[in-house]
């Protein structure tokens, strides 16, 4: 027991021996029951801009403190966890719906562009008489800027 001048305990060692006697006592249940209230205490006392900077400040000091590999590792971890956990449907509505969003911020200059660097990336000129994979891109290309034009 650490002990103070006047052969007291300390702030420290009394909350320690409080928490741990508070551990003993409760359940898992317990403390899930009073982080939900706290957190909906929480959530009616702040704003949006508040969670968005304790959340930019949480990644800042996450990032600050890991490595590319540990970034990986929980892609891949969490990637194999929601494949577990979804099916087919559930891959089909998150690739239209960020092919949406990209589609709505992002103009027809950007889809040629990026389909004549497909294109241009996987060139095939071997003369078969195929289109060339940048051919193809580029039609692509220009294909979804004129689908995008019309609202489609």
């Known amino acids: 027991m650490a002990n103070n001048n006047n052969g007291k305990m300390s702030r420290e060692e009394a909350g320690r021996l409080g928490g741990e006697a508070t551990a003993n006592k409760h359940d898992k249940e317990f403390y899930q029951e009073i982080g939900r209230k706290g957190g909906e205490a929480t959530s009616r006392s702040h704003d949006k801009d508040f969670y ?4 930019k400040k949480g990644g800042e000091s ?19 966890a929601t494949s577990d956990s979804h099916g ?15 589609s709505d911020s992002h103009g027809r200059e950007f889809y040629q562009e990026i389909g004549q660097q ?5 060139s095939d000129s071997n003369g078969d008489g195929k289109m060339s994979r940048e051919e193809a891109g ?15």
Do not use: L, P
């Not at 600050?64 to 970034?71: C, I, L, P, Q, R």
């Open 52 to 55: 968005q900077d304790i959340g």
């Open 62 to 80: 996450t990032s600050n403190s890991h490595d590319k590999e540990f970034y990986q590792e929980i892609g891949q971890k969490g990637g194999e």
């Open 88 to 102: 087919r449907e559930f891959y089909e509505d998150i690739g239209r719906k960020g092919g949406e969003a990209t």
């Open 118 to 122: 497909g294109g241009e990336a996987r």
């Open 138 to 152: 580029r039609k692509g290309g220009e294909a979804r800027a004129r689908q995008r034009q019309r609202g489609n």
